[in-house]
């Protein structure tokens, strides 16, 4: 009796060590899949497009760094900048500040930064994009309609992503801040370009 009920217990530990490895080994396969790490050519397409913003930055006479955004050149339907498998959803991105972005329209003001456009790069563009419309327009009600409509200039393409940014607080919301078509100045709405007005 007793070599048989050690024969049972040996099974049954073999069974029990069988199930922990199986269970081991899905949980690896599962956080090690293809789908779930970022592919070398999104890491590549992600670096080449931060390149490119830095060149945007570095040429003086050009706005291209505030109107640029990750897959302008070579439009995609999604983009999943964060490799998470989920596409055009909203993410945190930034080195020192973190903003709420959706990831079809990841401009190059929210991940590289411009000593040019200053401590706040979107700031900086919304207001040299005024006053390039204002240049172009002389009335600066055309040229906040001339940022928002001509430039394309949106938070995202998205409607789910759009949704889910309008929902952040205003203080957390990177496009109301800087971009919105109508400002809160302390006293009323005006402009955009008007508050920017020097």
């Known amino acids: 009796m007793k070599k048989g009920q050690m024969s049972l217990e040996m099974v049954i530990g073999l069974v029990i060590l069988l ?3 199986g269970v081991i080994i899905s949980l690896l396969l599962y956080y090690i899949s293809p789908d779930r790490m970022p592919s070398a050519a999104g890491e590549l397409e992600m670096r080449e497009f931060i390149d490119k913003c830095e060149g945007y930055c570095k ?3 050009s706005l291209n760094y505030c109107t640029h955004y990750f897959g302008k050149d070579i439009p ?14 909203l993410i945190q991105i930034g080195k020192k500040v973190q903003w709420d972005v959706c990831e079809d329209r990841i401009y190059c003001f ?6 040019r456009f200053g ?14 419309g204002y240049t172009k327009y002389e009335n600066f009600t055309l040229a906040t309609k001339y ?5 394309d200039l949106v938070p995202t393409k998205d409607i789910e992503c759009q949704t889910d940014m309008g929902e952040l607080p205003i203080e957390s919301n990177w ?13 009323h709405q005006i402009s955009l370009c008007d508050y920017y007005r020097n």
């Open 119 to 132: 401590d706040v790069p979107m700031k900086g563009c919304a207001n040299q994009l005024c006053q390039a």
């Open 59 to 61: 040429e003086s006479s």
């Open 19 to 21: 199930v922990v490895a």
């Open 110 to 115: 929210l991940v590289a930064p411009c000593a």
């Open 76 to 89: 995609v339907a999604r983009v999943d900048w964060d490799g998470d498998g989920a596409d055009n959803e």
């Open 175 to 187: 496009f109301i801040r800087y971009f919105n078509a109508t400002i809160n100045n302390g006293t």
């Open 147 to 151: 940022i928002t409509e001509e430039l």
